[in-house]
């Protein structure tokens, strides 16, 4: 059957089950951006959803077609910290430096900015936006951002309360129950990476134990994940995947490497749809093959 090309996409071969990521335009850009811009936060990108796409194929309710927007979606969470400076990013520990954490916790809101005139689709603005945000605070915007804190200190971001649910509402609003989980998931993913790997020089990585400490603090923003999705997540076989992904000559990001070297992010791939509706999931199939 004669399928019309409606418009042009990029295409991305990713990771764990060799599952094919379709990227617009502006989301091709902007992940061309992050790997230009800081080797080390694309580097974390592509861990994170690498780990997700494992995550994501033990799940029955939600389609082929949903899981690879997710898998996108934590590939671009952290496309808010282009717009975060460069000595902050590029600056080691910031754990000692209450002005420049802030500035750095800042990318999450930052992607708003970002996303703005932008076909980015809505996965990737609920991963940017949300990935900081403690699951009990999923949906109510106005406390969302770092509200457990009960160090007795002000809460940093106070000032900033409404400004941040402004932008959540309207970016995002309501988050289904499928959303708040997964969102949880590549949030939690996220951490795990990032300490699993112990950036920027790999000789800080945490051991499992100090990792699980942290996130299971019920009082810290780290804790991101309902109990239950956690318990299975910190099973023998998830750790170990975690390990292989986050060495940092893993064979996951040497494929996402060679395919942007080989040119896959500057190259249009045709989409096909029929003319009676949005590109259908057989289509979609069609193509990932
Ligand atoms: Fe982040
Ligand atoms: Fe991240």
């Known amino acids: 059957m004669f399928m019309p090309i409606r418009e042009k996409e990029r295409k991305i071969k990713i990771f764990f089950d060799e599952r094919i990521v379709l990227l617009s335009k502006d989301e091709s850009e902007l ?12 580097r974390h990108s592509v861990n994170v959803a690498t780990i997700v ?10 389609s082929e077609h949903e899981k690879s927007e997710w898998v996108k979606a934590a590939l671009l969470h952290d496309i808010g910290k282009l717009s975060t400076r460069e000595d902050i990013l590029k600056g080691g520990d910031l754990a000692n430096d209450a ?13 708003a900015e970002i996303y703005s005139g932008k076909n980015v689709s ?8 949300t990935h900081h945000i403690h699951y009990d605070y999923l949906n109510d915007w106005e406390n969302a951002w770092m509200s457990k804190n009960k160090s007795g200190k002000p809460n940093p971001w106070e000032p900033e309360k409404y400004q941040i649910e402004k932008t959540l509402n309207k970016e995002i609003g309501t988050l289904s ?3 708040i989980r997964i969102t949880a998931l590549i949030s939690f993913a996220d951490q795990v990476e990032a300490m699993r790997a112990g950036y ?31 318990k299975s997540l910190y099973d023998q076989d998830f750790k170990n995947f975690v390990d292989v992904v986050t060495e ?42």
């Open 31 to 42: 992940l061309k951006r992050i790997h230009d811009y800081d080797e080390i936060t694309f």
């Open 53 to 62: 796409c494992r995550e994501l194929n033990k799940y029955q309710y939600i």
């Open 99 to 111: 002005i420049k954490h802030k500035e750095m916790m800042m990318h999450s809101l930052r992607s």
């Open 122 to 129: 809505r996965h990737v603005k609920i991963a940017a936006l």
């Open 177 to 179: 129950d499928k959303e």
């Open 200 to 230: 920027r020089n790999y000789k800080d990585a945490f051991d499992w134990g100090k990792i699980k400490r942290i996130l299971d603090d019920e009082n810290s923003h780290h804790n991101t994940l309902c109990i239950t999705d956690k």
């Open 248 to 289: 940092k000559e893993n064979t996951f990001y040497k494929n996402v490497i060679d395919q942007i070297n080989n040119g896959s992010l500057s190259e249009f791939t045709p989409k096909k749809c029929n003319s009676k509706s949005e590109i259908e999931i057989d289509d979609y199939e069609e193509l990932a093959l």
